[in-house]
């Protein structure tokens, strides 16, 4: 039982738009920590896609967003295409002096 | 180029022991934070551990707390973990990371490609 809640799967059509939703607690992400994104491709070390709620490392497309309110994030990805399919995680801190992570979502590509 | 090599994976029996080390390059190592994440075979993402840039805060998941040890050379860029009394639930990818180094931020911006460890008789 991850302490941030995702959906197991999220699919769309390529060119469409997708969200992941990421939810939390008063202890995490509604404790006002930072959210941050991560890409997960088979075989490859995980990648950084979003940091600081909604930032884009260097190299990220601008398809991919992000936000934060509440007790909530969300992940989302415009013009999908076929490269985008993978698994995503949303990770934060804990005030129990934890990082952690959401459950991960894959996403599919139709 | 930032690269983090990870080392140490292999089988080891329930109850045994092995050590982990992660060598960088690529940035002042001495500068950052540095933690290893795990993801066991199906499953998601799992923090494990956090050694501050100077190696003398340490934090770590209740899960390994008392069986594994994080540490760093910094005069040798590298970050380890001594995982003793090992039980068939760590069998897992272990990933090395690099914090980002932002305040109050706790992100990874680079990570290694990770090395399998499997504890089963």
């Known amino acids: 039982q991850s302490v941030l809640t995702q959906p197991p799967s999220v699919s769309g059509a390529p060119g469409q738009r997708v969200t992941i939703s990421c939810t939390g607690s008063r202890s995490n992400i509604g404790a006002d920590y930072d959210v941050h994104w991560y890409q997960l491709l088979p075989g490859t070390a995980p990648k950084l896609l979003i940091y600081g709620n909604n930032n884009r490392p260097s190299g990220v497309p601008d398809r991919f967003s992000g936000s934060k309110s509440g007790t909530s994030a969300s992940l989302a990805i415009t013009g999908l295409q076929a490269e985008d399919e993978a698994d995503y995680y949303c990770q934060s801190f804990d005030s129990s002096l934890s990082l952690v992570f959401g459950g991960g979502t894959k996403l599919t590509v139709l | 180029e930032v690269q983090l090599l990870e080392s140490g994976g292999g089988l080891v029996q329930p109850g045994g022991s092995l050590r982990l080390s992660c060598a960088a390059s690529g940035f002042t190592f001495s500068n950052y934070a540095m933690r290893w994440v795990r993801q066991a075979p199906g499953k998601g993402l799992e923090w494990v551990s956090t050694?501050?840039?100077?190696?003398?805060?340490?934090f770590y998941a209740d899960s390994v707390k008392g069986r594994f040890i994080i540490s760093r050379d910094n005069s040798k860029n590298t970050m380890y973990l001594q995982m003793n009394n090992l039980r068939a639930e760590d069998t897992a990818i272990y990933y090395c990371?690099?914090?980002?180094?932002?305040?109050?931020?706790?992100?990874?911006?680079?990570w290694g490609q990770g090395t399998l460890v499997t504890v089963s008789s």
């Open positions: 050694i501050n840039d100077g190696g003398f805060r340490t």
């Open positions: 990371a690099k914090d980002m180094g932002l305040t109050r931020s706790w992100a990874s911006d680079y």
